[in-house]
């Protein structure tokens, strides 16, 4: 079955760096979109990044210029390089994997879900 396992997570202080990662083991499609999402006890879930099968990415507004996705297809890999880290950045990050591309996607339409990795942002 396919597994999705992120890790890179940790404590840093205000305006640090961290890169999250999330491998892909069971999964081998061409198609597909890769999104990065965190979510916070008592808030919904948000959309952080997304790439897609052709490289096309997208970022919420909040982190733009600050996060970078990126992708390793061969190694089933995506990446989360996140700089100039803020308090309000901390939560849980997920990453997911959808059969379809981005364009337009909701978050339920994403097929694998990873478990996790916990960012926390000092002030």
């Known amino acids: 079955q396919v597994q999705l396992v992120e890790s890179g997570g940790g404590s840093v202080q205000a305006g640090g760096s961290l890169t999250l990662s999330c491998a892909a083991s069971?999964?081998?499609?061409?198609?597909?979109?890769w999104g990065w999402f965190r979510q916070v006890p008592g808030k919904e879930r948000e959309a952080v990044a997304d790439i897609d099968s052709d490289d096309i990415t997208s970022y919420a507004d909040n982190v733009k210029g600050r996060f970078t996705i990126s992708r390793d297809n061969a190694k089933n890999t995506l990446l989360l390089q996140m700089n100039s880290l803020k308090p309000e950045d901390t939560a849980m990050y997920y990453c997911?994997?959808?059969?379809?591309?981005?364009?337009?996607?909701?978050?339920?339409?994403?097929?694998?879900w990873g478990q996790g990795t916990q960012v926390t942002v000092a002030p």
């Open positions: 997911a994997v959808s059969h379809r591309y981005c364009s337009g996607i909701h978050d339920y339409e994403y097929n694998y």
């Open positions: 069971g999964y081998s499609y061409s198609r597909h979109c």
